[in-house]
């Protein structure tokens, strides 16, 4: 377990099984954007088929009813690695990863599936600090500060969804355009 899981640990589990599932799904919604540009690079759409998927979690968060998806129909979708070689085939697995956890904390936040998802922007970001040896501290501890944000906005009462959707969203996009696209 990194440094950054093991010190949000003891957070998560004080959140209610609600938020903890919210935090699941906010990992994946930071990772949209990366997603983004696999399918720019590789001609792919997985985007098109994750976003919808990551608006029924959000939906099923706030009351909506279950997420229809299976998350062994998203883990399916999984770039195959044994073609041909895309830099941003990581950062699609883990979207899609953490899109799978997702999905399976909407149903049942387990802490440790929760822990899952918030490893996916984890290693999305020592991915990026390895194509960037020069700013990986830097990346790191940018991952590692936006989610300690995302964990202490669910921690407080007043955070809705439509909210930390929104700032999630704009972390994702801002850490794609100061560390993927410059790093690349």
Do not use: H
Request: aromatic share 8%.
């Amino acid at each position: 377990m990194s440094g950054i899981e093991q010190s949000i640990e003891p957070a998560i589990a004080r959140l209610t099984p609600s938020r903890k599932a919210a935090l699941a799904a906010a990992c994946a919604e930071w990772l949209i954007p990366l997603l983004q540009v696999f399918d720019e690079s590789s001609s792919s759409t997985l985007v098109g088929f994750a976003k919808p998927v990551l608006d029924e979690v959000w939906s099923a968060l706030d009351g909506g009813g279950p997420v229809m998806i299976s998350a062994s129909e998203v883990e399916s979708r999984v770039p195959d690695e044994d073609g041909p070689w895309d830099p941003f085939l990581p950062y699609a697995e883990n979207a899609l990863a953490a899109l799978v956890y997702a999905i399976e904390a909407s149903a049942l936040p387990a802490d440790r599936t929760v822990i899952w998802a918030v490893r996916q922007v984890q290693e999305a970001a020592e991915y990026s600090a390895s194509r960037s040896p020069d700013r990986a501290a830097v990346i790191i501890e940018s991952a590692d500060r936006q989610v300690s944000e995302i964990l202490g906005r669910l921690a407080g009462a007043s955070q809705n969804l439509v909210e930390l959707r929104g700032f999630v969203a704009k972390a994702g996009g801002d850490f794609l355009d100061a560390f993927v696209l410059r790093g690349s």
